[in-house]
């Protein structure tokens, strides 16, 4: 009888123990994502050169000019400075150390401007060339380096623009060499050219995004308004008014393209 009643004990202890724990669920605790900030607006400008209808191939031989010349272009450049953005509620962005070379011939055409305060902005401004405060402050550094052979010395400071090719002129039977090198910041025969453009399509600057201008330089426009200049007319001109009669013509070589937002 007691070896009954210890099997039947034993059963019970065996029954007990193979019982299976209670499921223990652990509760789901919801992840918040974190979001990266998202950068301030910015624009990017591109310029890209136009010759004769065409963009612009360095050593191309095709190119005419209003004069009658003939041209190459091996090297172009020219500073772009002083961006100022214009929003539709009248406030004006203005580019902290806006100081930009182009160099076409280098494949350097484009910067972007960066930390625009939101909203539509309707025009831009920029000047070609360097202002007189920059010409007059001695050593500097990036575009304004004297190491990028865009200036000349302390007294006459910057070239804004520079165009160098072989051109044959209308009249002669050889080519020769040709350097168009402006400069001047001050004066009768300055030639820093403020630009303005009104946009059709409104630059829309929003938190996180980039925007883009592109802009045409059009060689042709160097050599026909508001004067029909040949190359020769640029080269056999005194220094400054041969530079003035240049910049009054490149003045309007750069018209917008488009935008997009």
């Known amino acids: 009888m007691r070896i009954l009643q210890n099997l039947i004990l034993f059963s019970l202890v065996v029954f007990a123990s193979c019982k299976k724990d209670p ?47 003939h041209f190459t272009v091996a090297l172009f450049n020219y500073y772009i400075t002083n961006v100022r953005l214009k929003r539709d509620d009248g406030f004006e962005f203005v580019e902290p150390e806006s100081y930009h070379l182009i160099r076409h011939s280098d494949g350097k055409t484009s910067f972007t401007v960066s930390n625009l305060p939101e909203g539509n902005y309707t025009s831009v401004d920029f000047l070609i060339g360097v202002d007189a405060a920059r010409n007059t402050s001695g050593a500097q550094t990036g575009d304004l380096d004297v190491n990028n052979y865009m200036f000349w010395d302390w007294d006459q400071g910057y070239i804004f623009f520079k165009l160098e090719g072989n051109y044959l002129a209308k009249n002669k039977t050889t080519d020769a060499f040709y350097a168009i090198h402006v400069a ?78």
């Open 23 to 69: 499921k223990v669920e652990t509760p789901v605790v919801p992840v918040t994502p974190i979001e990266t900030p998202k950068t301030n607006p910015s624009l990017a400008f591109s310029f890209n050169a136009i010759a004769n209808n065409s963009p612009l191939v360095i050593a191309n031989k095709g190119y005419v000019n209003e004069g009658g010349d």
């Open 184 to 261: 001047g910041f001050e004066g009768k025969y300055g030639a820093i050219k403020p630009c303005t453009y009104n946009l059709n399509t409104p630059i829309i600057a929003t938190k996180g995004d980039t925007s883009k201008i592109y802009f045409n330089t059009v060689v042709d426009e160097i050599f026909k308004n508001p004067k029909t200049i040949a190359i020769d007319d640029y080269l056999v001109s005194p220094g400054d008014a041969g530079m003035k009669m240049m910049a009054d013509n490149y003045a309007d070589m750069i018209v917008v393209d488009k935008v997009e937002n």
